[in-house]
């Protein structure tokens, strides 16, 4: 008989600390770059980079989190039958972190043993193992370490469901996955339903990540005879499976380095994707479809994607991620028509195939034996008839609400009622007046009082907003007598700087200082003029954002940076010596020493960074390797007085590899340009 009920999950875990304060605005292009390199056909070309530029706002980055972990006990939802024992998370996005086959007495998911935050999502903050939903933007989910909505439903047959769903804040949207177990099922459903409720298109994302174990005997197997490549260090290109550069990279282990392997299935088979051990057995995920993508993600053999496997968990822990989406890769988004909805299932399980088949040489035995087990598992008309069921649940309303998310959707819902627009939440979401907590409270005085209540600048400036229909609020609260204050002039340069309004948003914010001096209007000054390419004023304006305050850490970062860039590396090193001691030992804070200390030949003391331990290096980051390199040029050159050129760097590379705790590098390529 299926369950669903509540429990603690134990883990030791390192806090995630608050959220940074200074709003993060996108770029000034929607698309982003992707380099080609060789013979990709035009088909698979055609949106790569569409739509894909980096996005946070409304949402701030997560960046405050420590390596510092602690016993904790999450709450866990645990759905359960006779054959499977799923539990998720609702504090950290709905990741499902563990899948257990009770028959087999097998975790098919690589459950990380700890929760450790990282620098590789679109917010910084994110953990590898289990299932992910990720959502909207290329990247591992805004809500990957905030909690979302989850409630019970009644599924098949009367059995328990458990939904998880959010409103999405940057694009205005809904998502909701329903989790189907029935009674005697030995897999787990996963039914996604994704509403665009607006007048135009919106540009839509899709990827479930799924981490599995990695070890030698794990074959990864899908029905496709060719991938596209991301190698990291070169362009895209196209690849024949499972043979690459000589190596077998279906079996990650002989895979050097990181990589990302977009499987090109042909659209008449079915999709899906197998991790599966010498004896022919594993995990497989298959779905209907419109997931038409299917990846494999690892970290190689090298010492920093051994680094990286550890760094995340604890040593010995190893996983691969095999992945499925709406697009043939993830440096993409489609185009998604407007008041469209787009639903399909998933399933996820234990596979049991012929050994014999699953580790052939031949590939097309490999993976056909695979197909035809799964199809024995779950024939593909089975899954589609019951997509149909699990759509006709997906529109009942929820049963009782069981972990609450953000109180961002009861505000939309709240919006649309008091400016009488129609609610463009499904009416099946449940998003009550009780979800509306303190980062909503001064936006929910704007929409009733008309006006943003003032707050001091020493304190936090709270809660953004980017859609167009709070900045029509915004502006005309400034008209009133409470609503004309300097914070809601800054608010409404944020508005209009992620909008692209720059001139807009620089008025806004000079008006703001006109009525208050505040740090955070001088530091929003400082971002545009870095991006017109104006260093001396940015200089300028973040000398005033820290003059005025507040003194906290990511200004104090901004601000070193900006010195660093303009080669002020002396006025650097005196700014960071009249930091307390806390920001002075932050680790960025440090970094940022080191390369300041380096380029004005002062590196005594600097080979006390490397052995530090770093939080927040972000995904493809080299600062330490090429910290490393440089001081070792340095100190060489001073001590032989022998000039820094290439046959002192290869020296340096040759004799000084740099200790595996610093190395992060996700290529042996990945080299110090100096």
Sequence with gaps: MTTLHIEPYPIPAADLGSENPLPMFRGPDND?????????????RARLGWRTAWRILPHRVQDNYTRTKSPHAFDSLVLE?????????????????????????????????????????????????????????????YLTCSSVFAAEVEGL??????????????????????????????????????????????????????????????????????????????????????????????????????????????????????????????????????????????????????????????????????QAGLARTQMECIPMPAHTEWEWTEAFGFLQADPAHVHSEDWKVAWMGVAEEIERHIPRHSLERMDAEFTKIAAWPTARVLSRGSGWGALERRRCLAGGTSDKIPQNLTFNCEDIG??????????????????????????????????????????????????????????????????????????????RASGWAYRNLSVVAQRRGDIEAACRWMEKAWEIGPKIAPLAIEYAQILLNKNRAYELLEFIRTLPENLRTHERILLLWAKAALDTGEIDGVERIFEHEYAAIREGEVTLTDLWFNFHLHRLAKAEGIPIDEQLRERVRQEYPPPRRIDFRMAAEARSSK
């Design 438 to 515: 303190d980062e909503q409270v001064p936006w929910t005085s704007l929409l009733e009082k008309g006006f943003l209540p003032c707050r001091s600048p020493s304190e936090n400036p709270g809660a953004l907003m980017v859609q167009s229909e709070w900045q029509t609020l915004l502006e005309a609260s400034l008209r009133t007598t409470e609503g004309g204050h300097w914070l809601a002039w800054w608010h409404l340069g944020n508005i209009r700087m992620e909008n692209r309004d720059i001139e807009g948003a620089c008025q806004a914010w000079e008006e703001s200082i006109s009525r």
């Design 157 to 322: 047959d009367g059995t328990p469901c458990l939904r998880l769903y959010e409103w999405d804040r940057v694009k205005g949207y809904t998502w909701q996955i329903d989790f189907h177990l029935p009674n005697n099922s030995p897999l787990l459903f996963a039914h996604t339903r994704i509403a665009n409720p607006h007048d135009d298109e919106i540009a839509m994302y899709w990827w479930t990540n799924i981490a599995v174990e990695e070890r030698e005997d794990i074959r990864v197997l899908v029905p496709a005879e060719t991938a596209l490549c991301n190698p990291y260090w070169k362009g895209l290109q196209m690849v024949d499976l499972p043979q690459v550069g000589g190596r077998d990279i279906s079996y990650s282990t002989r895979i050097p380095h990181a990589f990302d392997f977009f499987s090109r299935i042909p659209p008449d088979r079915r999709r899906w994707i197998a991790a599966l051990d010498e004896k022919g057995s594993g995990f497989f995920e298959t779905s209907t479809d419109r997931l038409i993508g299917r990846k494999l993600f690892c970290w190689g053999r090298s010492p920093g994607g051994q680094q990286w496997q550890e760094f995340l968990a604890e040593p010995g822990f190893a996983y691969i991620e095999i």
């Design 32 to 44: 982003g770059t992707v380099n080609v390199d060789g013979d990709v056909p035009p088909q698979d």
């Design 81 to 141: 039958n006779h054959f499977l024992r799923a539990v998720f998370l609702p504090r950290f996005g709905g990741r499902l972190v563990s899948l257990y086959y009770k028959p087999g007495n097998r975790e098919l998911l690589a459950r990380n043993p700890v929760f450790q935050p990282a620098n590789l999502a679109l917010r910084n903050a994110w953990f590898s193992g289990g299932i992910e939903w990720n959502s909207g933007q290329p990247g591992h989910h």
